[in-house]
Nanobody
Framework: RVQLVESGGGSVQAGGSLRLSCTVSGYGYSIYSMGWFRQPPGKEQEGVAVIDTTGHTMYADSVKGRFTISQDNAKTTTYLQMNSLKPEDTAMYYC??????????????????WGRGTQVTVSS
């Protein structure tokens, strides 16, 4: 059974930092992408950052230069380091894993799984 466990959300003032973590277990494929997506209150879901098993990364324009996605050597945990946080970064952040993820991905593919989400709140 595939499980995605997210952690690291919380409340922070603008300009602060948070690091999100997502650990996957039970995923039986060796080539995949992991990524972070977010849904701000009252808005559509959007892609934040994606990393694949080759280390290739993609970022939303709104977070480039502020957020960094990375993974551990075992490629079972992905991190999202968020610096210079802004109130508009406030959202529920979801971790996802799939054979392929794009920033425009909105739902799991046949090999995809999503976490339950972790809340990030940035106050001005």
């Amino acid at each position: 059974r595939v499980q995605l466990v997210e952690s690291g959300g919380g409340s922070v003032q603008a300009g602060g930092s948070l690091r999100l973590s997502c650990t996957v277990s039970g995923y039986g494929y060796s080539i995949y992408s992991m990524g972070w997506f977010r849904q701000p209150p009252g808005k559509e879901q959007e892609g934040v950052a994606v990393i694949d098993t080759t280390g290739h990364t993609m970022y939303a324009d709104s977070v480039k230069g502020r957020f960094t996605i990375s993974q551990d050597n075992a490629k079972t945990t992905t991190y999202l380091q968020m610096n210079s946080l802004k109130p508009e970064d406030t959202a529920m952040y979801y971790c996802a894993i799939d054979a392929y993820l794009a920033l425009t991905t909105t739902t799991p593919g046949d090999l995809g799984y999503w976490g339950r989400g972790t809340q990030v709140t940035v106050s001005s």
